[in-house]
């Protein structure tokens, strides 16, 4: 029986259960579950503890499907991964180290002895006492002023050597050097690296062809060109391709285009998720066949089923109290005892969650200065919780610490769904803010599933699937205005009810397409090529 093979090729390092298209792959791969037989995925050893994960956090079987992988990690992706865990880790001296832990211990040994004295009652004690740490303090004295003089000492030398270090760092040539040498070598191993990783995905496709049951591959994602080399019938999924429409935005991506072309180029048949990026992306701006392109939308996606309790136990132990408990298990495991959510209950919270990656059209800097508006002028206490990292942002960090809004936008990245479940059933709304998406926004329909109303940009991808004007007028912002945005977010804290039974017809209507019809058209389209 001929198989289909679902072609991966990520990075070392992919979280697939924090990225889209894992989860949409984790819905073909549920859907076709029943027929485990019928699908393989192909993947570079590397990936397969990141494939189990998705499995295991979608509630599949790990066993229901053969990964076919390469043999091992190739040495140069392991040395690449301990110079991270090396650079990631705080690094100190063994001298500091040693330093510091004598000096905790002599500060431990000063408050028992201080705490002993002042909780002894008897005068006669408190003279003793008194005369033995004087003693004590005139036999340690010459002791204590050796190792003043060090500290001294090694403090002045410190001083000297970051004053020299301080005047070669700012001459100009020896500067200039030093920049140019870095950004050689750094490009150097960059490509290095890259090479390492293309020659594991081109003996992945041999290991591929080797096998004579695979018909046809599903191929994710456009910037792996090794599948110009596979046998098999290549079905290319073709999300967007959103430089095209924020140049500005992606600099540098002129390598990354060139493989999306090279993908395209090769592949017997490609599908995508919208009219709009088969039209404008891959017609219009990539001159692909309109025959050759198959648009299949997203079905709803339902996160009821991560909260769910028994019958049995559902009269005394609600989903509310269910998503409470698995956000304060979560919160106790990954969050420090200081954290503004360590204690707090987010059902009583005016919460805000946005559930994406971070990337430059999604738009979470203007959220963020929403944020700022909302809580300053509409006198609001809201909390934004973002599943996207934004700490390599440095013009976002430094708008957040300008703001003080360190307490208001909360950043828990890669949560588990279980936890994003929980999560969006006990915020108040969810927001999305982007300026583009290949299909209509999964955020909708993860978080009214669990009970909780959306407000998003007024984009066209957004505004082609809602009908009702007083919808799209209470639902909808101008992402590029930030004032616009905190206006529909205070409106949906203020109007809870009202929103979410407004939005009841349009998550019927997405209602109405589950997964098992939008997998049914995948196959059609692998039987088609098998």
Same mark, same amino acid.
């Given at each position: 029986?001929s198989k289909t ?17 894992g ?10 579950? @029943?027929d485990?037989?019928?699908?393989i ?24 499907f ?6 091992n990690? +190739? ?6 991964e ?17 330093v ?5 211990q002599?500060?431990g ?5 201080i ?11 408190i003279?003793i @006492? ?5 003693a ?14 060090l ?5 002045v ?9 301080n005047?070669v760092t700012k001459?100009p040539s ?13 490009k150097?191993?960059g ?15 041999k ?7 695979i ?9 792996w +060109?090794q599948?110009?080399d596979?046998?098999?019938?290549k079905?290319?999924?073709?999300p967007?391709?959103v ?19 090279q993908?395209?180029?090769v ?9 709009a990026?088969?039209?404008h992306h891959?017609?219009n701006?990539?001159?692909?066949d +309109?025959?050759?392109i198959?648009v299949?939308?997203h079905a709803?996606?339902d996160?009821?089923?991560h909260?769910?309790v028994?019958?049995?136990?559902e009269?005394y132990?609600?989903?509310t109290q ?14 420090s ?14 919460c ?24 300053k002028n ?13 700490s390599?942002?440095?013009?976002i960090?430094n708008?957040?610490?300008l ?8 950043v828990m +990245? ?14 108040k ?9 290949g299909?209509?926004?999964?955020t ?7 009970g909780?109303?959306s407000?998003m940009?007024?984009?066209p ?16 912002f101008?992402?590029y205005?930030?004032?616009?945005i ?9 109007n809870?009810d009202e929103?979410?039974?407004a939005q009841?017809?349009l ?8 997964w ?10 692998f039987?088609?090529y098998?």
């Amino acid at each position: 029986m001929s198989k289909t093979g679902i072609f991966l090729g990520f990075q070392p390092g992919t979280k697939l259960t924090a990225e889209g298209i894992g989860r949409l792959l984790a819905f073909i791969l549920k859907e076709n579950g @029943k027929d485990n037989e019928s699908i393989i995925i192909l993947c570079p050893f590397w990936l397969k503890d990141p494939i189990n994960d998705l499995l295991k956090d979608n509630k599949i079987p790990t066993d229901k499907f053969e990964i076919l992988s390469t043999g091992n990690v +190739p040495i140069g992706v392991k040395i690449k991964e301990w110079i991270k865990s090396k650079k990631s880790k705080k690094r100190k001296k063994p001298g500091h180290k040693i330093v510091q832990k004598l000096i905790q211990q002599v500060i431990g040994l000063l408050r028992t002895s201080i705490t002993e004295f002042l909780s002894t009652s008897s005068w006669y004690l408190i003279t003793i @006492k008194l005369f033995l740490y004087l003693a004590l303090l005139l036999v340690l004295s010459p002791l204590l002023l050796c190792l003043i003089m060090l500290y001294y000492i090694y403090f002045v030398i410190r001083l000297v050597a970051n004053a020299v270090k301080n005047i070669v760092t700012k001459t100009p040539s020896i500067e200039s050097l030093k920049n140019i040498k870095l950004l050689v070598v750094s490009k150097w191993q960059g490509k290095i690296y890259q090479s390492v990783l293309e020659n594991e995905l081109s003996r992945l496709v041999k290991k591929v062809n080797a096998r004579e049951d695979i018909g046809v591959c599903l191929i994710p994602s456009m910037i792996w +060109p090794q599948i110009k080399d596979l046998k098999a019938k290549k079905i290319l999924a073709a999300p967007d391709i959103v430089f095209y429409d924020f140049p500005t935005q992606f600099p540098g991506v002129s390598g990354t285009h060139s493989r999306i072309r090279q993908c395209i180029d090769v592949a017997d048949h490609l599908i995508c998720y919208s009219e709009a990026v088969k039209t404008h992306h891959l017609v219009n701006k990539c001159g692909v066949d +309109p025959e050759k392109i198959t648009v299949i939308q997203h079905a709803n996606v339902d996160m009821r089923g991560h909260l769910k309790v028994s019958n049995s136990v559902e009269k005394y132990f609600s989903i509310t109290q269910n998503a409470q408990q698995i956000v304060r298990r979560y919160v106790r495991a990954y969050l420090s005892p200081g954290h503004v959510l360590y204690n707090s209950d987010l059902a009583k919270m005016d919460c805000i969650i946005y559930s994406s990656q971070y990337r430059p059209h999604k738009n979470i800097f203007n959220l963020i200065k929403a944020m700022k508006i909302l809580n300053k002028n509409y006198y609001k206490n809201a909390k934004l919780i973002l599943t996207g990292d934004i700490s390599a942002s440095v013009d976002i960090q430094n708008y957040i610490n300008l703001h003080s809004l360190q307490h208001d936008v909360i950043v828990m +990245p890669g949560l588990p769904s279980e936890v994003l479940a929980a999560v969006n059933k006990l915020a108040k709304c969810a927001v999305n803010p982007t300026l583009f998406e290949g299909g209509f926004p999964f955020t909708f329909s993860e978080a009214y599933s669990v009970g909780t109303p959306s407000v998003m940009s007024s984009i066209p991808v957004v505004e082609s699937e809602i009908s009702i004007p007083h919808l799209k007028e209470i639902m909808l912002f101008d992402p590029y205005d930030p004032s616009s945005i905190a206006d529909r977010i205070a409106f949906a804290l203020d109007n809870f009810d009202e929103l979410f039974k407004a939005q009841a017809k349009l998550y019927e209507k997405f209602s109405r397409r589950d997964w098992s019809i939008v997998v049914g058209e995948y196959n059609r389209i692998f039987c088609k090529y098998k």
